[in-house]
Nanobody, 124 residues
Framework: QVQLVESGGGLVQAGGSLRLSCAAS????????MGWFRQAPGKEREFVAAISWSGGRTYYADSVKGRFTVSRDNAKNTVYLQMNSLKPEDTAVYYC?????????????????WGQGTQVTVSS
Protein backbone atom coordinates (compact mmCIF):
# COMPACT_ATOMS: atom_id res chain seq x y z
CA GLN A 1 0.00 0.00 0.00
CA VAL A 2 1.25 3.46 -0.91
CA GLN A 3 -0.14 6.76 0.27
CA LEU A 4 0.61 9.88 -1.76
CA VAL A 5 0.37 13.50 -0.63
CA GLU A 6 0.86 16.35 -3.09
CA SER A 7 1.91 19.87 -2.16
CA GLY A 8 3.22 23.01 -3.78
CA GLY A 9 0.20 24.15 -5.73
CA GLY A 10 -1.00 27.73 -5.72
CA LEU A 11 -1.75 30.82 -7.73
CA VAL A 12 0.89 32.12 -10.13
CA GLN A 13 0.97 34.58 -13.01
CA ALA A 14 1.48 33.42 -16.55
CA GLY A 15 5.16 32.90 -17.23
CA GLY A 16 5.86 32.00 -13.64
CA SER A 17 7.01 28.77 -12.04
CA LEU A 18 5.88 26.31 -9.42
CA ARG A 19 7.33 23.10 -8.08
CA LEU A 20 4.96 20.37 -7.01
CA SER A 21 6.02 17.66 -4.61
CA CYS A 22 4.49 14.28 -3.97
CA ALA A 23 5.53 12.54 -0.78
CA ALA A 24 4.96 8.80 -0.63
CA SER A 25 4.70 6.44 2.28
CA UNK A 26 5.91 2.88 2.13
CA UNK A 27 9.30 1.28 1.92
CA UNK A 28 8.92 0.18 -1.68
CA UNK A 29 8.62 3.64 -3.21
CA UNK A 30 11.76 3.12 -5.24
CA UNK A 31 10.16 0.23 -7.09
CA UNK A 32 7.22 2.27 -8.37
CA UNK A 33 6.97 4.25 -11.54
CA MET A 34 5.39 7.63 -10.83
CA GLY A 35 3.15 9.83 -12.90
CA TRP A 36 1.63 13.28 -12.82
CA PHE A 37 -1.82 13.93 -14.20
CA ARG A 38 -4.09 16.96 -14.19
CA GLN A 39 -7.77 17.67 -14.47
CA ALA A 40 -9.28 21.01 -15.39
CA PRO A 41 -12.92 21.85 -14.66
CA GLY A 42 -15.22 20.14 -17.11
CA LYS A 43 -12.40 18.16 -18.69
CA GLU A 44 -11.12 14.65 -18.38
CA ARG A 45 -8.01 13.82 -16.42
CA GLU A 46 -4.97 14.01 -18.67
CA PHE A 47 -1.42 12.77 -18.54
CA VAL A 48 1.32 15.31 -17.79
CA ALA A 49 4.56 13.47 -17.05
CA ALA A 50 5.95 10.19 -15.80
CA ILE A 51 9.21 8.82 -14.49
CA SER A 52 10.56 5.30 -14.18
CA TRP A 53 11.42 3.68 -10.86
CA SER A 54 15.07 4.66 -11.12
CA GLY A 55 14.46 8.11 -12.53
CA GLY A 56 16.44 7.17 -15.58
CA ARG A 57 13.56 7.56 -17.97
CA THR A 58 11.01 10.33 -18.22
CA TYR A 59 8.06 10.93 -20.47
CA TYR A 60 6.02 14.08 -21.10
CA ALA A 61 2.82 15.16 -22.73
CA ASP A 62 3.47 17.30 -25.79
CA SER A 63 1.67 20.21 -24.15
CA VAL A 64 4.26 20.48 -21.36
CA LYS A 65 7.41 19.24 -23.07
CA GLY A 66 10.25 21.72 -22.64
CA ARG A 67 8.46 23.53 -19.80
CA PHE A 68 7.93 20.86 -17.14
CA THR A 69 10.49 18.54 -15.57
CA VAL A 70 9.71 15.45 -13.52
CA SER A 71 12.27 14.09 -11.09
CA ARG A 72 12.42 11.89 -8.03
CA ASP A 73 14.47 11.38 -4.90
CA ASN A 74 14.06 7.79 -3.78
CA ALA A 75 15.94 8.47 -0.56
CA LYS A 76 13.22 10.98 0.35
CA ASN A 77 10.32 9.01 -1.12
CA THR A 78 9.39 12.08 -3.12
CA VAL A 79 8.66 12.88 -6.73
CA TYR A 80 8.68 16.42 -8.09
CA LEU A 81 7.19 18.32 -10.97
CA GLN A 82 9.00 21.54 -11.82
CA MET A 83 6.71 23.72 -13.90
CA ASN A 84 8.15 26.70 -15.76
CA SER A 85 6.70 29.15 -18.25
CA LEU A 86 3.25 28.43 -16.93
CA LYS A 87 0.24 29.26 -19.06
CA PRO A 88 -3.40 29.85 -18.11
CA GLU A 89 -4.27 26.55 -19.80
CA ASP A 90 -2.10 24.75 -17.23
CA THR A 91 -4.73 25.60 -14.61
CA ALA A 92 -5.98 22.34 -13.12
CA VAL A 93 -5.88 20.05 -10.13
CA TYR A 94 -2.63 18.12 -10.35
CA TYR A 95 -2.43 14.53 -9.12
CA CYS A 96 0.50 12.24 -8.60
CA UNK A 97 0.10 8.52 -9.04
CA UNK A 98 2.14 5.40 -8.40
CA UNK A 99 2.32 2.29 -10.54
CA UNK A 100 3.39 -1.08 -9.15
CA UNK A 101 5.28 -1.75 -12.33
CA UNK A 102 8.54 0.16 -12.49
CA UNK A 103 7.75 1.12 -16.06
CA UNK A 104 6.15 4.48 -16.62
CA UNK A 105 2.88 4.90 -18.46
CA UNK A 106 0.72 7.71 -19.78
CA UNK A 107 -2.49 5.79 -19.07
CA UNK A 108 -4.25 6.70 -15.87
CA UNK A 109 -5.87 3.27 -15.62
CA UNK A 110 -2.44 1.67 -15.29
CA UNK A 111 -1.70 3.45 -12.02
CA UNK A 112 -2.55 1.83 -8.73
CA UNK A 113 -2.40 4.63 -6.16
CA TRP A 114 -3.41 8.29 -6.31
CA GLY A 115 -2.94 11.37 -4.22
CA GLN A 116 -5.69 13.81 -3.32
CA GLY A 117 -4.51 16.48 -5.75
CA THR A 118 -3.23 20.04 -5.47
CA GLN A 119 -4.71 23.06 -7.22
CA VAL A 120 -2.61 25.04 -9.67
CA THR A 121 -4.08 28.29 -10.97
CA VAL A 122 -2.30 30.38 -13.59
CA SER A 123 -3.62 33.89 -14.11
CA SER A 124 -3.25 35.75 -17.37
Amino acid sequence: QVQLVESGGGLVQAGGSLRLSCAASGRTFSSYAMGWFRQAPGKEREFVAAISWSGGRTYYADSVKGRFTVSRDNAKNTVYLQMNSLKPEDTAVYYCAARDSGRYSSRSDEYDYWGQGTQVTVSS
